[in-house]
């Protein structure tokens, strides 16, 4: 980031700290807002003239911005690049060996679930499109953004739900400790290798409960995500009522997200297979299958950009996601083998072609 004089802002720009009045201290711009003529105006309605820090591209690189810009309304895109550079410094902070911001990363969350309170469709939709390349972060994120949905789906209280938030956003941790040969292998891990990585589980508990900030709820959620209903998981091989409901519910984020991400040693699951996959776990008594259920009835089955087959044969691309009718989004036809010649563009809304159906989702 950078300080700059506040009337060389510009729109666009992102405020990589808040803006407050000088005498009255009345906060003007919040950290993270995206610049647009309306706030330009506001400061010099205001006569503030003084320095604010802005994010240079490097502060968020690796973040589709293009994408987080045609999804999110201002206050989503705030709370997301918050995630990033939260999640990024607490990653960075712990490899270093350094301090890590709790209270800042506690205050990003509650930013985050004021939004998903708002609008959890487009909270999902952010996950599933995958903003980030560095997966680690990208998880971070996602299970964040996943679990807290599906808690607010569920009804939970509002501290419930800030709590799996930030549980979703510290659950991995732990793998700041382990070496990135390891976390970035391209082949199949060597049993050594996989049982030091099963160790990020313990470590991340140890991490987490030196900081007073975090409570036990969301320091149970680290030790224990990766255990299953079974006995078969890891660190202690505990069994469905020995897991607490929190670490249940992010162990479905988690999977999932793992599964519909492209990683180093594989590329992603298509939503539905991973879909299929959950509840096979469920069948197998790994997953909590209440909660799966829940889980599938609200996951953006279809994200931006998904390549799909509809019904009569034509090959189109999602572009946009009814939040009411999530199975029937809007289509851009990319090649229609059913008129003569072969190709024919056009948009296609499902919602008004009740008739045809998405046949297989190809990416
Ligand atoms: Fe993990």
Redesign the pocket.
């Known amino acids: 980031m950078k300080e700059i004089k506040v009337n060389h802002l510009k729109v666009g720009d992102i405020l990589a700290g808040s803006i407050c009045c000088d005498h009255s201290y009345k906060l003007l711009l919040n950290k993270g807002t995206v610049i647009t003529a309306e706030h330009l105006n506001k400061l010099k309605k205001y006569n503030y003239y003084g320095l604010c820090l802005v994010a240079e591209e490097r502060d968020v690189a690796g973040v589709r911005l293009d994408l987080l810009n045609q999804l999110g309304n201002d206050k989503i895109k705030r709370a997301y690049l918050d995630m990033f550079v939260i999640s990024k410094s607490i990653f960075e902070n712990l490899e270093k060996g350094n301090p890590i911001n709790i209270e800042l990363a506690k205050e990003t969350v509650d930013v985050v679930v004021e939004q998903i309170m708002d609008s959890s469709n487009i909270v999902l939709q952010l996950a599933a499109v995958h903003l980030v390349d560095d997966y680690t972060l990208s998880h971070m994120i996602n299970v964040a953004l996943y679990s807290g949905a599906l808690a607010k789906c569920l009804n939970y209280s509002i501290q419930d739900i800030k709590d799996i938030c930030f549980s979703g956003l510290l659950?991995?941790v732990?793998?700041a400790k382990i070496p990135k040969e390891i976390l970035r292998k391209p082949d199949s891990l060597t049993p050594e290798e996989f049982s030091i990585t099963k160790k990020?589980?313990e470590q991340?508990y140890q991490i987490l409960c030196q900081e007073e900030l975090v409570n036990d709820r969301v320091r149970q959620v680290a030790l224990q995500?990766?255990e299953r209903g079974d006995g078969s998981g890891y660190p202690y091989g505990l069994h469905h009522q020995e897991i607490t409901l929190f670490s249940r519910l992010i162990a479905i984020a988690?999977v999932y997200d793992a599964l519909t991400s492209d990683r180093c040693y594989r590329g992603r699951v298509l939503p539905h297979e991973s879909a299929e996959i959950l509840m096979a776990d469920c069948t197998l008594n790994r997953l909590d299958t209440e909660l799966v259920k829940a889980f599938l009835k609200y996951i953006i089955l279809y994200p931006l950009g998904t390549r799909v087959i509809l019904s009569d044969g034509r090959l189109a691309q999602v572009i946009k996601v009814h939040a009411d009718f999530p199975l029937r989004p809007v289509l851009e036809i990319l090649e229609d083998d059913t008129v003569e010649g072969g190709h024919m563009a056009g948009i296609v809304d499902m919602i008004s072609e009740p008739t045809i159906f998405i046949k297989q989702i190809l990416s």
């Open positions: 659950h991995d732990g793998k990020h589980a991340g995500h990766h988690d």
